[in-house]
């Protein structure tokens, strides 16, 4: 097994793209792992979190 960590930066602005993963996300094909959801107003201790390491999945901001 080999895991490779890829990013694709160009696809951040399309919207196409966006709205494809937002239909898989609503239909269960895709599912994000999220680790917490947090207030904007704790955004700075989510980066802390993520620098230290050890956190599974993604921090998730409400407004």
Avoid: C, D, M, N
């Avoid at 097994?1 to 694709?8: C, D, G, H, L, T």
Wanted: hydrophobic share 40%; aromatic share 10%.
């Amino acid at each position: 097994i080999r895991f490779e960590q890829i990013a694709v930066f160009a696809e951040y602005r399309s919207f196409e793209k966006l709205e494809q993963l937002r239909h898989a996300v609503e239909s269960g094909t895709v599912t994000p792992r999220v680790a917490e959801v947090l207030p904007a107003s704790r955004a700075g201790e989510a980066h802390e979190r993520l620098e230290a390491g050890g956190t599974r999945g993604r921090f998730v901001l409400t407004w």
